[in-house]
């Protein structure tokens, strides 16, 4: 029903907003629990033809901080297939606003260099970051134990 609402009241009046999630496969079970994690992001081709990500959020079960958690890298995939829809549709920025600071510094996308509360991927960095998610972190969904 929350999901639902969102795209009712949200997404659909406002096209320029997308809304994706990591859902488990599992039709047995309800949404609430194949859900993973969101990201919501707009973007805008008027101006500066970016993606501006507003929140990525991991179900507090699998959060990073976690022990019992059973999945990992939930927040890099969804900014994996986010770099992926930004090359496939020819964008020429990500910006971030940087509300977790660690998280972003961890997997190294780089601060502005003249406003450090934003993050900002382009088109000469992204393939570098894409590599980076690759190599050391993973950026397939995988299930712990």
């Known amino acids: 029903v929350y999901i639902k609402h969102i ?5 659909r009046k406002n096209e320029n907003w997308q809304f994706w999630a990591l859902e488990l496969p599992d039709s ?5 629990e194949r859900i993973l994690g969101f990201i919501n ?3 805008d081709r008027s101006f500066l033809n970016n993606i501006s990500p507003e929140r990525i959020i991991v179900k507090q079960d699998e959060s990073y901080n976690n022990p019992d958690r ?14 992926k829809y930004f090359k496939k549709n ?9 509300a977790n600071d660690p998280y972003y510094d961890h ?4 601060k502005l ?3 450090d509360e934003f993050r900002y991927l382009d088109k000469s960095n992204i393939d570098k970051f894409i590599k980076n998610l690759e190599d050391n972190f993973d950026y397939n969904l995988q299930q712990i134990g």
């Open 107 to 110: 997997i190294k996308i780089p």
């Open 41 to 43: 992001f707009k973007y």
């Open 7 to 11: 795209y009712d009241e949200f997404i």
């Open 70 to 83: 059973k999945f990992k890298n939930l927040g890099n995939s969804l900014l994996f297939a986010v770099c």
């Open 113 to 115: 260099s003249y406003d």
């Open 28 to 32: 047995q079970k309800n949404i609430t």
């Open 90 to 98: 020819n964008f020429d920025n990500i910006l971030l606003s940087s």
